[in-house]
């Protein structure tokens, strides 16, 4: 059972690198389902990144931190959350259908603060998470916790 779970995820990884890498290095475009060419120049008319972006029935959200006062961990990731979820909204999904969470945490003795905060948000059946207590120079922007997810449609 656990050969067959692997065999069938790597061979799962590889069609996903081989897609993407086909797109990428053939010059064609790289969001498949999008439509959007592939760009390797930024510029006064090309954005840093995207907010978001879909690929096939999947979306990624950028992270997202909240560069404001208060500075508390349970108000920051009250805000974290909310943009997240406006995002994931305005790509025509939802917190429900979130499958994985990166968390970014400032100093990671908030870690249970964040907790608090987080617990129950994605529904009945939470997505995966991973949190990451940032080094040196902490969070962008003064933010005291960032996430990103990937979510389906």
Do not use: W
Request: aromatic share 8%.
């Amino acid at each position: 059972m656990k050969t067959e779970r692997r065999t069938a995820l790597k061979g799962l990884f590889a069609s996903i690198v081989g897609v993407m890498g086909m797109g990428l290095l053939s010059g064609s475009k790289s969001y498949a389902s999008e439509g959007k060419p592939a760009s390797s120049v930024a510029g006064p008319d090309v954005p840093l990144f995207q907010s978001n972006t879909k690929f096939g029935n999947l979306v990624f959200i950028a992270g997202k931190g909240a560069h404001v006062a208060p500075f508390t961990i349970e108000a920051h990731t009250e805000i974290v959350l909310k943009e997240l979820e406006s995002e994931l909204i305005k790509a025509g999904s939802s917190m429900e259908k979130v499958l994985k969470v990166t968390v970014f945490l400032n100093d990671i003795a908030d870690y249970k603060g964040m907790n608090s905060v987080f617990h129950g948000r994605f529904g009945k059946n939470p997505p995966v998470r991973t949190t990451i207590a940032v080094a040196k120079g902490g969070v962008p922007g003064d933010s005291l916790v960032e996430m990103d997810c990937i979510a389906y449609i």
